[in-house]
C-alpha cells in the first residue's frame, strides 16, 4: 500500500549522508507516491517488458497465420498495461507459492488474443 511504500522511502532517506542526496530522494519520492496513488503508472521499462513478452506469445505456431495479428497484439498490450495494476504479489496458490508476476502477464496475453 502507499502507506507502507512511504514508510520504505522514509528509511531510505534516512540513510543518506549528505543534504543533496536527501533533497533529491525525497522529490523521486513524491513523484513514486503520487504516481503510486494513481494505479495506472507505466514505467517505460515495464511497457518495453510488455511488448517484448507480447511479441513472443505472437510467435507461437496456433497464432502464426492470423491475419489479424497486429490487432491481436494491440489488444493484448492493451489489456497487460490495464490488468497490471491488478497484480497481488501477495498471494499464493494452493502449494504455498508465491504469484509470478510473469505467468500473470502471460495469462493476460494469451486470455485477450
Not at 495494476?85 to 508465491?98: I, M, R, V, W, Y
Request: hydrophobic residues 35%.
Amino acid at each position: 500500500s502507499i502507506a507502507k511504500m512511504a514508510v520504505e522511502w522514509d528509511k531510505k532517506i534516512d540513510a543518506l549522508s549528505t543534504e543533496p542526496e536527501k533533497v533529491s530522494m525525497r522529490d523521486e519520492k513524491k513523484k513514486a507516491l503520487e504516481d503510486a496513488e494513481t494505479k495506472t503508472y507505466c514505467t517505460n521499462r515495464l511497457g518495453e517488458i510488455v511488448v517484448l513478452t507480447v511479441d513472443r506469445v505472437a510467435t507461437q505456431t496456433k497464432f502464426r497465420h492470423y491475419t489479424y495479428l497486429d490487432d491481436m497484439k494491440a489488444e493484448a498490450i492493451y489489456q497487460s498495461i490495464k490488468g497490471i495494476t491488478k497484480f497481488d504479489l501477495s498471494k499464493t496458490n494452493e502449494a504455498g507459492q508465491k504469484s509470478s508476476s510473469f505467468s500473470y502477464l502471460t495469462q493476460i496475453i494469451i486470455n485477450s488474443v
